[in-house]
């Protein structure tokens, strides 16, 4: 009987070792991120604050079609979404309007106007093969002004391929698509 459990348990152990796959983690990227210079001056602050479904916003990279979902445990964003989206839209931003700095309230300097810039994500769906597809509302508001821009926009970018590399790409090419949006609502 001891002889059977022992072999019993030796082959779980080698059936969980022979299940054991590495993880892969994936990174949203600026296509301006490399060309930005450094700045001293600007005329418009921007903060910035971003919102996302709790279906997506999760380490494991969320694949949703019209079959349902399905979440990837061992493929996995490097940082959290809200965070790495948040960055990217900055970034994006900053690169299309030379005059304009993201600014958190901490840092803002008083007396250069600020624009605040609410997104909430309404629908974020990744999908291998096809590519992302970004559904947003946004409000954005100029200093403490009754001046007050709103939309909402779905924005879709094909993927290089069907790797998760180019879900992640084209995630980021629709977060390029919403700052282009964005930077059409700034007040110049």
Avoid at 53 to 70: A, C, I, Q
Avoid at 97 to 110: G, M, T
């Amino acid at each position: 009987m001891r002889a059977s459990s022992l072999l019993v348990f030796v082959c779980a152990l080698a059936g969980g070792c022979a299940l054991n796959r590495p993880d892969h983690f994936y990174v949203l990227d600026s296509e301006h991120a490399k060309v930005l210079e450094p700045r001293s001056a600007f005329r418009l602050q921007v903060s910035l604050r971003v919102s996302l479904p709790t279906l997506v916003d999760r380490s494991e990279m969320v694949l949703v079609n019209p079959d349902g979902v399905r979440i990837f445990e061992h493929e996995r964003w490097a940082a959290p979404l809200a965070e790495q989206f948040a960055g990217v839209l900055g970034q994006d931003i900053e690169a299309r309007r030379e005059d304009v700095i993201l600014a958190s309230r901490s840092i803002a300097q008083p007396g250069t106007p600020t624009t605040s810039i609410a997104i909430d994500v309404v629908q974020l769906s990744l999908q291998k093969g096809t590519g992302a597809r970004l559904e947003a509302r946004w409000r954005l508001q100029v200093g403490d002004s009754e001046k007050i821009a709103q939309g909402r926009e779905t924005f879709v970018a094909p993927a290089s391929d069907a790797s998760f590399d180019g879900l992640a790409q084209s995630l980021s090419a629709c977060i390029g698509l919403l700052a282009d949006r964005l930077v059409a609502e700034l007040p110049r």
